[in-house]
């Protein structure tokens, strides 16, 4: 119910400000109370004297907007909450659409890009290729590594080699 109440703030019942709704609805409801049932020391008497001095009203006042900056700052501190909630939910979409990509085996860290017949990643990894696509490294990769599980409980590690006469290659090892 509360949670509800902080959705419709901003609405502006009853001629209100954008965020009074809690406290003028907590303010009707004492105001009610008094009526209803008035302190014992004094009575209806007193409310109304009390209400009728301009000193008592200016503190009734003052109070009504404290509270109403109060209850603005706790929709505020809600709505960074939603924001940052929102932000998150979004960092964890585009970390799903990324799930396409290839992580560099050799840094672990950047993706690799597949592009004019060249396989690199920022760490440095350069290759050269032919027809290779992200899918089809994905693939390979996918099956060095699980052939190798079959076989070894140790992760694998990936290394760039290049010899004088060949071209850079990517050589999967085992430490074991």
């Known amino acids: 119910k509360l949670l509800e109440r902080y959705r419709r703030a901003g609405e502006g019942v009853r ?3 954008p965020g009074a709704l809690l406290v003028q609805e907590g303010m009707e409801q004492e105001w009610q109370t008094l009526q209803e049932s008035p302190p014992p020391l004094g009575g209806r008497e007193a409310l109304a004297q009390m209400l009728e001095d301009p000193d008592e009203l200016a503190v009734l006042e003052e109070i009504q907007q404290e509270l109403i900056l109060q209850e603005q700052s706790v ?5 960074r ?7 998150c939910l979004n960092a964890m979409l585009d970390g799903l659409d990324a799930s396409n990509k290839v992580i560099c085996p050799v840094c672990r860290k950047n993706n690799l890009t597949v592009r004019n017949h060249l396989v690199f990643c920022q760490c440095g990894l350069h290759i050269s290729t032919q027809g290779m696509t992200e899918g089809k490294l994905r693939s390979l990769l996918e099956n060095s590594v ?4 079959h076989r070894c409980f140790h992760n694998p590690e990936f290394t760039v080699t290049s ?3 060949e071209e850079a290659s990517l050589l999967m090892s085992c430490p074991v």
């Open 15 to 17: 001629g209100a400000g």
């Open 75 to 79: 929709i505020e501190e809600y709505e």
């Open 163 to 165: 010899g004088m006469e």
């Open 146 to 149: 699980t052939e190798h599980s």
């Open 81 to 87: 909450s939603l924001q940052f909630d929102e932000e």
